[in-house]
């Protein structure tokens, strides 16, 4: 287990293209400073740079395997340069890895607010030759928690293939700021175009807890100033069953909504795919 060999392919792989990334920027530094000292005339600096740089250049098996083979080429020296092409191909450090295909749907839970994301590509509004990829996502939000939540604002980030990233923030969704009740669900749609045939998306949604106050409680508040009297009336008459019964909280007509004491909160909208060759809608 504890043997050099253990992982070596992968861990060859990786410590070659560190080590060609690392002698890369080196002869990248060296040529820019050189560059630069010779524009101010500070040749001597120049001079010393050039130095370092060539002996750089002289370390790099690969360079010098590159510069051989194309002076093979140059003189017709066909043999050595079929030797000198292999010799580069295996200096040459592997291509990193594809990224991993990232799914296009995710389903995450934060502070028991669940949201569950699917993308598809939408063939019938996309012209591929132009570069315009056009991408339908549905997303669902069950509030899991035993309290109210309002969401408030969203925040995307959008990559895609070519790394380019896009930031997209506003109020709610939709043009909507949904109120959810305990076990409530809130689904809506979008859409996103991109550049590329594939990228992700991912973001947050910020929330806010609510608070219930049913509307003969503020009435209750309200005539405390009215005297002892209507005081100890109220002690004297609990509400009856019925009457209880019939008061529920969450209803819009009897309930008045605030903050709570933890106000906002961030939820997350886990990563997902954009890929314009998995499950293609033609709508």
């Avoid at 530094?29 to 002996?55: I, V």
């Avoid at 450090?93 to 502070?111: K, W």
Wanted: net charge negative; aromatic share 6%; hydrophobic share 35%.
């Amino acid at each position: 287990g504890d043997s050099p060999g253990g992982d070596a392919p992968g861990a060859d792989a990786d410590r070659r293209r560190r080590e060609a990334e690392d002698r890369a920027n080196l002869q990248d530094r060296l040529r820019t400073s050189m560059e630069a000292a010779a524009r101010a005339e500070d040749f001597e600096l120049a001079a010393r740079l050039r130095d370092e740089l060539n002996e750089a250049l002289e370390r790099d098996e690969c360079h010098v395997a590159k510069r051989e083979l194309a002076a093979a080429i140059e003189e017709e020296r066909f043999e050595d340069a079929a030797a000198l092409r292999d010799l580069v191909a295996s200096l040459e450090p592997p291509p990193p890895p594809p990224p991993a295909e990232v799914p296009c749907h995710s389903d995450v839970t934060t502070e028991g607010v669940n949201v569950r994301v699917m993308s598809q590509y939408v063939a019938s509004r996309s012209r591929p030759e132009s570069g315009q990829y056009f991408f339908a996502y549905s997303v669902r939000i069950t509030n899991r928690t035993e309290k109210i939540v309002q969401l408030r604002r969203r925040r995307w980030i959008i990559t895609d293939g070519d790394e380019r990233v896009e930031e997209v923030a506003g109020p709610g969704v939709v043009g909507q700021q949904p109120v959810l009740l305990p076990g409530q669900t809130f689904e809506y749609a979008s859409a996103c175009p991109l550049r590329t045939r594939t990228g992700t998306m991912e973001g947050t949604y910020t929330f806010a807890w609510l608070v219930a106050t049913p509307a003969v409680e503020l009435e209750d508040g309200d005539g405390e100033d009215g005297g002892g009297d209507g005081s100890d009336e109220k002690e004297e008459a609990p509400p009856r069953e019925e009457d209880a019964r019939d008061m529920d909280e969450f209803s819009t007509a009897l309930t008045f909504l605030r903050e709570g004491e933890q106000s906002e909160f961030m939820v997350e909208i886990g990563l997902f795919g954009l890929d314009a060759d998995a499950g293609a809608s033609t709508q």
